[in-house]
């Protein structure tokens, strides 16, 4: 099962790619944020659809929820505007290795302290030598672009 998890998460990272590589020249068409709200329009009515007929019907109410919980929307907006501005600037490798960094350095952070509830994973020194090859890979592909 593991495994499987492995694979399926390694393609949403090959969809995050696509969906820089498309932001950029959409972008350049109608703008960075109506790219962005096209990303999001498409996405919640995919989401809609996908929860009309394949969520469970006795779920506790989405309103009954904390709200600190509900907070992570705010970002999902803010890294595909960060996407639709990067991307055609320095490239996709560039702008996927760099939120890369970003998000293995707060994982790392988030699994270590077990924020927002997760079960605690302490850092050792594994975790940061794969954290040091993405530094090393960013700064490779940046060396390349000068």
Known sequence: MNLLLIVLVVLGGMGL???????????????????????F????ALTFLLMLFFS????????????WQLTGGILGPGYVVILTLATPVIGVAMTMIGILAGQVLKSLLIDHYGWFGTTPRPVDKRRLLALVCIAIALALVAGGKA
Do not use: C, H
Request: glycine letters at 18%; charged letters at 10%.
């Open 41 to 44: 329009g498409v996405g919640a």
């Open 17 to 39: 790619s696509v969906e820089a590589g498309l932001l950029g020249p959409l972008s350049g068409q109608v703008g960075d944020l109506w790219a962005t709200l096209s990303i």
């Open 56 to 67: 469970p019907r006795d779920a506790p109410s989405f309103f009954a929820q904390p709200g």
